[in-house]
């Protein structure tokens, strides 16, 4: 990793400071920051979504039966603890190292969330309804990416998803809803946002899994000018439901979520405004009451 990850980069007279992908924000960033998450709160309220929190921690045993060790094993953070019989050893003498030794820590049993979605799905485990289910969750998620860059790409970052569970059909409605929602709020702020679509950062290349979401897209990114996803469509189709069983009107449930990256919204927010975050803040108060 270079070795810029490793030293304080502060920016916007002192806004934020990032260190190995970890980001502090101060008063003016988390103000904007949580002045979007409100609007974005606010639409899936208006759509009927119940607001829920789920556990910091994601099982092992739960991520293997979502493929995520044969898709993301390069994007998890496991937690772990200190073996017990190395205890006495750290605690009379601490190392001066910087690391943790691998051969001290036991087997890593959870990890933490690499979108907000997951906790969700683990939750309808086994649940079944006849109508649609709208839930909307945030999250602090963490992805060990190959290098960081400003709030572009963290480590450590916070996530607002709407989740859509029901048919094929309420899924697609639930994505084109906010496809325009998205795109009339950024143009209100003055954002100009490029819908493409994405493919997922597989870490076995699979040539045809790519070739298929470009012929049949299950994830749109929207592109602020500089090339950073600060937001995304996600058609799920039933692969939640059937892994997890999880039902609708007698079928595996197909699945959808909306995504916005916050600490992405806050940089490219700072971009347009050349580092004015209070006129950013009144910019999305006034936006978000027109969205």
């Known amino acids: 990793m270079p070795d810029t990850d490793h030293v304080t980069i502060r920016e916007t007279g002192n806004s934020w400071s990032v260190r190995d992908g970890l980001v502090t924000l101060d008063e003016p960033a988390v103000v904007l920051k949580d002045a979007l998450d409100a609007v974005f709160t606010r639409w899936g309220t208006e759509t009927g979504a119940r ?10 045993d ?3 039966t979502l493929d995520y060790f044969r898709n993301f094993p390069h994007l998890g953070s496991p937690v772990t603890r200190i073996r017990a019989d190395r205890l006495a050893d750290h605690a009379a003498a601490p190392s001066e190292a910087s690391a943790l ?5 036991a087997d890593a049993t959870h990890l933490l969330p690499s979108a907000a979605c997951y906790g969700c799905f683990v939750h309808l485990t086994g649940t079944t309804a006849d109508t649609p289910v709208l839930i909307s969750t945030r999250a602090q998620c963490f992805r060990n990416e190959d290098h960081h860059d400003g709030l572009r790409r963290l480590w450590g ?15 697609r409605a639930h994505l ?5 929602r998205i795109l009339a709020f950024g143009a209100s702020l003055g954002l100009t946002l490029d819908r493409q679509p994405a493919t997922d950062p597989f870490f076995q290349k699979d040539g045809a899994r790519t070739v298929m979401q470009l012929l049949a897209p299950v994830k749109e990114e929207y592109l602020h000018t500089d090339g950073t996803a600060i937001a995304s469509t996600n058609n799920h189709r039933n692969f939640f439901g059937e892994r997890r069983a999880i039902g609708h009107a007698g079928r595996p449930a197909f699945t959808g979520c909306v995504a916005f990256g916050l600490e992405r919204w806050v940089h490219a927010l700072n971009e347009l405004f050349d580092g004015d975050l209070a006129a950013a803040h009144h910019a999305v108060r006034r936006a978000g009451e027109r969205a």
Do not use: K, N, W
Not at 101 to 105: N, S, V
Not at 157 to 171: L, N, P, Q, Y
């Open 157 to 171: 970052f916070t996530m607002r998803e709407i989740v859509c569970v029901g048919s094929a059909e309420a899924v």
């Open 176 to 180: 084109d809803r906010h496809r325009e």
């Open 62 to 64: 739960d991520l293997r």
């Open 51 to 60: 607001q829920q929190s789920y556990p910091p921690l994601l099982r092992a």
């Open 101 to 105: 030794p691998a051969a001290d820590l």
